[in-house]
């Protein structure tokens, strides 16, 4: 199995919970604590960014380093994160 199948599998996994609950035990058991808590802060990122924020800023908030900032920088230009606000 590639890679990319391996990640439909995944997202096919993900999309099939139902409820949080069960959403967030598969998460917990999947990924390490430390995985777990990089997801969240990504996601953050890009909603700070999103806000207008500078990249520094963010980056002294959420205690990440500023190339995990400008990556997510990036990202938007690149048209992702649309249907994040």
């Known amino acids: 199995m590639t890679n990319e199948e391996q990640l439909y599998e995944l997202i ?33 990122i890009v909603k700070m960014l999103k806000q207008g924020i500078a990249q520094r800023k963010i980056a002294e908030k959420l205690g990440v380093g500023v190339a995990t900032v400008t990556r997510g920088s990036k990202e938007i230009l690149k048209g992702n994160f649309e249907e994040i606000y």
Do not use: V
């Open 12 to 44: 096919k996994q993900i999309l099939s919970y139902r409820n949080e609950k069960a959403l967030r035990s598969f998460l917990e058991a999947i990924l390490t604590p430390k995985e777990l808590a990089e997801i969240p802060t990504r996601l953050q």
